[in-house]
């Protein structure tokens, strides 16, 4: 180990004398990868990410009415559910609506398509023991990455309170 520092200290002199000699190469050198990555950087496709959490209840609005008379419906994974009910067509189609991509009238094939892509660009997780159910939407639209994300965020929740007073009537 002592050998590998002191030929380091050694070597320092020659590697000043020959950078010294070469300074121009080496500043055209790094002038050229610092304006290739920049060129890189603004010809990059721009992706504009957003994310809505919503805090999922973990009570059932039956159980306090049924308390001993019946076994309330249980949840296993709240993030599939909550998939399933967002990738469901009524709330595809709102979300179609929402994106402005109705605005050319697709026909039903390219609307299937679209609807696939929005599939592939949107993630929906769980965290916190289920509790909470985060769905990120992936665009090159900042505006319609926030709207439709928005609109997912309220679409769940509207579909949950309606299923909820659909269990309470039963």
């Given at each position: 180990m002592v050998g590998d520092n002191d030929s380091l200290t050694a070597m320092m002199p020659i590697l000043v004398s020959e950078g010294r000699k070469r300074l121009l190469a080496m500043?055209?050198?790094?002038a050229f990868i610092a304006v290739l990555a920049l060129v890189a950087g603004l010809l990059w496709p721009k992706k504009y990410s957003a994310s809505t959490s919503i805090l999922v209840g973990q009570s059932n609005i039956i159980t306090p009415l049924m308390e001993g008379a019946a076994v309330p419906t249980g949840v296993a994974n709240r993030a599939s559910i909550a998939r399933d009910v967002i990738f469901s067509n009524k709330v595809m189609d709102d979300i179609l609506k929402t994106g402005g991509?109705?605005?050319?009238n697709p026909s039903p094939?390219?609307?299937?398509?679209?609807?696939?892509?929005?599939?592939?660009?949107?993630?929906?997780?769980?965290?916190?023991?289920d509790k909470l159910i985060t769905i990120t939407y992936t665009d090159s639209d900042p505006e319609r990455s926030y709207e439709v994300t928005r609109r997912f965020a309220q679409l769940f929740i509207e579909e949950s309170l309606d299923a909820k007073m659909r269990e309470s009537q039963e």
């Open positions: 500043v055209l050198i790094f991509w109705l605005a050319a094939i390219e609307q299937a398509r679209i609807i696939e892509e929005i599939k592939n660009r949107t993630t929906v997780t769980s965290q916190k023991n």
